[in-house]
């Protein structure tokens, strides 16, 4: 990756993590994309995609929440595979037809809760408004750079938020109904992690985290309706 596009948001922009990324950078050349909307659409993939090829760029780099991770994703997969996005998705029959082609990504996440930077899908809303899933190996970031002073920014309702979402997918992984005692063991810990560290400090950021992390860390042995119980479970929180 020589020339990276930086996939990101307006509130990243505006908390001045954008500037620190560009600041580390260098001289090195890069284009920004700033215009990821809270639910990431097929529109969005296509106007970064656009900045991407006008840039002349060879990566992405995403920076900020699930949203703009999974948006960088989609334009790992537009950019470089021919077609509508829905022809990718998991439900159409599209994880084999995403191919090694994808463009490199790079995700530095800014929350504890989505843990799309080590988890290989994408969730987009596509042109016939239908939320999908993208699924397949070649989705997952090259590299996730997770630091815990990016998230100090966060207005409390969100840290509040992710923090719960962290804690909601170790749920998932544990509770799901096939056996698997490894991931068992991991959720269990990122669980510990994060429900005692939720109080306020540097620690409480990292920690759930780290237990979000763990949550995505082994494969999921199942999948059951924890998701679907994150909301109500953040609003009690």
């Not at 990243?12 to 560009?22: D, N, P, Q, S």
């Not at 993939?45 to 929440?65: F, M, N, S, T, W």
């Not at 809760?113 to 987009?124: K, P």
């Not at 966060?154 to 938020?161: E, G």
Request: glycine share 12%.
């Amino acid at each position: 990756m020589t020339r990276p596009l930086i996939v990101t948001d307006a509130g990243v922009r505006a908390a001045g993590l954008l500037a620190k990324a560009e600041a580390a950078l260098g001289d090195m050349p890069h284009g920004v994309f700033d215009g990821t909307q809270s639910n990431p659409t097929e529109a969005g993939v296509r106007a970064a995609a656009a900045v991407l090829k006008q840039q002349g760029c060879d990566g992405l780099v995403a920076i900020g929440g699930g949203s703009s991770i999974d948006l960088a994703k989609g334009v790992a997969i537009a950019a470089s595979h021919a077609g509508p996005l829905k022809h990718y998705a998991t439900i159409e029959g599209g994880s084999p037809r995403i191919t090694e082609a994808v463009l490199p990504l790079i995700a530095v996440p800014t929350t504890a809760g989505t843990g799309s930077e080590v988890a290989r899908g994408s969730i987009l809303i596509v042109d016939d408004g239908r939320k999908l899933g993208f699924h397949s190996w070649h989705l997952m970031p090259r590299v996730a750079i997770l630091d815990p002073d990016l998230t100090l920014g966060l207005p409390p309702a969100l840290t509040a938020a992710t923090g719960m979402d962290a804690i909601t997918h170790c749920m998932e992984t544990f509770m799901a109904p096939a056996v698997n005692p490894p991931a068992d063991g991991i959720a269990l810990d990122g669980l510990a992690r994060g429900w005692a560290h939720k109080g306020i400090g540097l620690r409480a950021f990292t920690q759930p985290q780290l237990g979000r992390r763990q949550s995505q860390a082994p494969p999921r042995h199942a999948e059951c309706a924890v998701p679907a119980r994150s909301d109500p479970i953040q609003r009690i929180s």
